[in-house]
C-alpha cells in the first residue's frame, strides 16, 4: 500500500496516513477534514434554515470551502460512499459516511483502508503514565487504551486524548481505542 500524500494541514492527523484511494489521494484527508469540521461545529446552526444540522451532514457551502473548485476528491467521496447525496431541510449537501460504518467500504474495496495502530511504545508510556490500572475501577487487569474524545468524532491519537480503562470499563463507555 502506498505512502498517502496529503496537504501538510491533515498531515498530523494519523488517519490519513495509510489509506489510498483510486479517485485521489486526497480524498481520505478531505473526509477526516469535514468529519473534524462537523464535529468542532456542531452545535452551528445553518443560515438557510436556522437549525443545528446532524453531525453526518455536510452542506453544500461546507463542502465547497473544503473542497475548492477541484472536482476529483468530490467524485471519489461518492465513488467509495465516504459521502453521499443527501438533502436536509431543504439544504442541500452530502451525508457522510461515520468512522464506525466503514466496514461498507472495507466490503466494497477490502484494503483500501486501513487505520494505524497506536504502537507498542505509545500504548507502554500511556499504561504506564496511568499507573498500569484502569482509571475508572483501578483494576489492572486486561487493559486497554481508550479515546477520551471519540476516534469516530475526529478524536485523535495524541496521548493527550488517550487513557488507560480496562476492556469492560472500555467497552461499558462505547467507544474502543
Ligand atoms: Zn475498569
Same mark, same amino acid.
Request: net charge positive; hydrophobic share 35%; proline share 6%.
Given at each position: 500500500?502506498?505512502?498517502?500524500?496529503?496537504?501538510?494541514?491533515?498531515?498530523?492527523?494519523?488517519?490519513?496516513?495509510?489509506?489510498?484511494?483510486?479517485?485521489?489521494?486526497?480524498?481520505?484527508?478531505?473526509?477526516?477534514?469535514?468529519?473534524?469540521?462537523?464535529?468542532?461545529?456542531?452545535?452551528?446552526?445553518?443560515?438557510?434554515?436556522?437549525?443545528?444540522?446532524?453531525?453526518?451532514?455536510?452542506?453544500?457551502?461546507?463542502?465547497?470551502?473544503?473542497?475548492?473548485?477541484?472536482?476529483?476528491?468530490?467524485?471519489?467521496?461518492?465513488?467509495?460512499?465516504?459521502?453521499?447525496?443527501?438533502?436536509?431541510?431543504?439544504?442541500?449537501?452530502?451525508?457522510?459516511?461515520?468512522?464506525?460504518? !466503514?466496514?461498507? %467500504?472495507?466490503?466494497?474495496?477490502? &484494503?483500501?483502508?486501513?487505520? =494505524?495502530?497506536?504502537? *507498542?511504545?505509545?500504548?507502554? /508510556?500511556?499504561?504506564?503514565?496511568?499507573?498500569?490500572?484502569?482509571?475508572?475501577?483501578?483494576?489492572?487487569?486486561?487493559?486497554? !487504551?481508550?479515546? %477520551?474524545?471519540?476516534?469516530?468524532? &475526529?478524536?485523535?491519537?495524541? =496521548?493527550?486524548?488517550? *487513557?488507560?480503562?480496562?476492556? /469492560?470499563?472500555?467497552?461499558?463507555?462505547?467507544?474502543?481505542?
Amino acid at each position: 500500500m502506498g505512502t498517502f500524500d496529503v496537504s501538510t494541514r491533515f498531515h498530523a492527523d494519523p488517519r490519513v496516513v495509510c489509506a489510498r484511494v483510486a479517485g485521489g489521494a486526497e480524498t481520505i484527508g478531505v473526509w477526516v477534514s469535514c468529519l473534524m469540521w462537523r464535529s468542532a461545529n456542531k452545535n452551528m446552526p445553518d443560515p438557510v434554515v436556522g437549525k443545528v444540522p446532524p453531525v453526518w451532514f455536510i452542506p453544500e457551502s461546507v463542502a465547497k470551502a473544503e473542497l475548492g473548485r477541484r472536482r476529483k476528491p468530490l467524485a471519489a467521496l461518492l465513488k467509495w460512499g465516504l459521502w453521499e447525496r443527501h438533502t436536509w431541510e431543504g439544504v442541500k449537501g452530502y451525508k457522510i459516511l461515520a468512522e464506525k460504518d !466503514l466496514w461498507r %467500504i472495507k466490503r466494497r474495496a477490502p &484494503g483500501v483502508y486501513k487505520r =494505524p495502530l497506536i504502537s *507498542q511504545l505509545v500504548r507502554d /508510556s500511556i499504561y504506564a503514565r496511568d499507573g498500569f490500572k484502569c482509571l475508572h475501577c483501578n483494576t489492572t487487569e486486561r487493559l486497554s !487504551l481508550d479515546h %477520551i474524545y471519540p476516534y469516530s468524532l &475526529g478524536g485523535t491519537d495524541d =496521548p493527550g486524548n488517550l *487513557q488507560t480503562l480496562c476492556v /469492560s470499563c472500555n467497552s461499558r463507555k462505547g467507544v474502543s481505542a
